[in-house]
Structure formats: C-alpha cells, structure tokens
C-alpha cells in the first residue's frame, strides 16, 4: 500500500522514465490534506487515459504509477501539458508520511539530478535541490552524503 | 570439463567486464542497487532503501555506494542487488527491514553472503 510520499516518489520515478531534465515538486499540507504538484520538462507520449491501470507507452509490465496515483487520490488528480512543460497534480489525506521529510525524501533525491522539492506544513517550509545537496556534499548514495543529507533536512 | 563454445566465451567475457566496473564506481568498491519501481515502492522498497542508507551511514561503511533502479518484477520485491569484488553479483528477494539489517551487517559490514535471503534472477520471459 503507497503511502503519500511513496506518491511523489511514484511521480517522480514518472518523470524520470520521460527523460525530464527538470523536475520541481510542491508538497502542501494544510488542514489535513495534501496538495502534491510535479512540474517536469519530460516527454511524454500521453494515452488518451493516462490514469488507467496498464496506460503505458513505456512496454509491457508498466503504467501503474499514475493508476495508483489516481486510485490514492480517489481521482482528485490531473495531469496537464503546455509550454513544453507537464504538470501532474494530486490530493490526498495526510497520512504523516512526510514527517520525517528525509526518510520520504531520499528515495526522490536517489532517483537522479535536476530535482527539487519544497514541503509546506505548519507554516513552515523546506525546500531542497538537487543542486543545494551537491553543494553541501550531501547526496545520499553513500555514508558520508547519506549523514549530510539527514543532517541538511533537520536544519531546514 | 566441458568446452565453452565462442559465444558463451564472449558472454562470459562481457559480464566479467560489466562486474568489473561496477567493482569501482566512484572510487567505491561495493555497489548497492535497490529496485525501485512501482511494484517494489507498493511491496515497501522505499523503507528497505531508507534502512540500508542508515545502516550504512551509521557503520561508517565509505566504501559503499547506494544506487536506485527500476521495476525487479517478476521477482520477489523489494530486490537489493550487491556487487563487490570478493562476491560478484549477489541478488536478494522480499527484503524488509530486517532482511536490509542482515545485508547491511552480514555482507556489507562482514564480506559474508546472507544465503537464505539470495534469489536467483528470473526475467519476464521466464
């Protein structure tokens, strides 16, 4: 069962897969429910339904990710293109999965660069790039990155 | 022993390579990789990456780098692949957080091959 920050990752595994250079991903969480927005630069060849189970250009055995998305988020999701730009956006009850922002973000920072995410909660907000972990030596794919990376989120 | 014909010669040959440059990636010398793909994030892939990153950060193991790849279906998820020099590649199904324990302490930390959690590859063709 995917929690909500398996959600994002589902997302951004998507955008990966569509070859995006530029990931951006906004996190709100307000009132108990969770606004997510992906915005990529990726090409996608859409279905005509790319919220249906097995809606794939990507082969067999694939498509499931929006599905889940969609089943998860009892279909308040949309997915929409324009200036070269895709812009995937869902909500959800909050299911606390995002209060220990690195355990749900290190998986999303794994999957490559270019990827930024921001999280809004409680008045405060964390944002985090690609960019800002090379800087500070924090890529978590190793011991060194992965106590950066943890110690990075906290101070945020 | 049996002869090896030129093709299983040079299949032999080209994975010795693959292995042997996934023996020093980064200057790292043991190489994790994590599935992670719809059905491993759906079967928990997500806290097995996260509890192998702290085992690993916690032990001090700088030799270990930590990578994340897609769908392992349709083998047993979460799927963690390890290649080290002493080992090869060594392949294991359905593990949790505590199966990501013994990786990390048992093959990781100690060289020792965890042979209960091992899986043989399958494809989708399989």
Redesign the interface.
């Known amino acids: ?2 929690d909500l ?2 959600l994002l ?2 997302a951004v ?1 998507n955008s990966v ?1 569509a070859g995006a250079g530029v990931i951006e991903a906004s996190v709100e969480i307000e009132d108990g429910m969770a606004r997510i927005r992906i915005e990529d630069d990726g090409v996608y060849a859409l279905s005509s339904d790319p919220f249906q189970d097995g809606s794939t250009t990507k082969g ?3 498509g ?2 929006l599905f ?1 998305i969609h089943e998860r988020s009892s279909g308040r999701c949309r997915l929409t293109r324009g200036d070269g730009r895709t812009q995937l956006e869902f909500m959800a009850e909050d299911d606390g999965s995002f209060s220990d922002a690195a ?1 749900a973000l ?2 999303v920072f ?2 490559g660069g270019g990827i930024t995410v921001t999280i809004r909660k409680d008045g405060g907000v964390k944002k985090v790039s690609s960019a800002l972990l090379e800087e500070r030596d924090a890529v ?5 990155g ?2 950066n990376f ?1 110690n990075l989120l906290e101070g945020l | 022993m049996a002869k090896l014909s030129l093709s299983e010669l040079h299949e032999i040959r080209s994975r010795e390579e693959r292995n042997l440059k996934k023996r020093d990636i980064h200057g790292r010398s043991v190489h994790v990789v994590v599935a992670m793909g719809t059905s491993g994030i759906d079967a928990g892939a997500k806290l097995t990456l996260n509890t192998i990153a702290d085992d690993v950060e916690k032990l001090g193991l700088e030799n270990v780098i930590i990578t994340q790849t897609g769908s392992a279906a349709p083998n047993p998820e979460p799927v963690v692949e390890v290649y080290s020099p002493q080992s090869g590649l060594v392949v294991y199904g359905s593990v949790d957080k505590e199966a990501a324990h013994r990786i990390v302490s048992e093959h990781l930390r100690d060289g020792r091959i965890v042979d209960d959690l091992r899986i043989e590859i399958k494809t989708k063709e399989q």
């Open positions: 069962m995917h920050s398996d990752l589902e595994v897969e067999e055995g694939r499931h990710g889940i355990a290190l998986p794994g999957m978590p794919d190793r011991a060194e992965i106590r943890r």
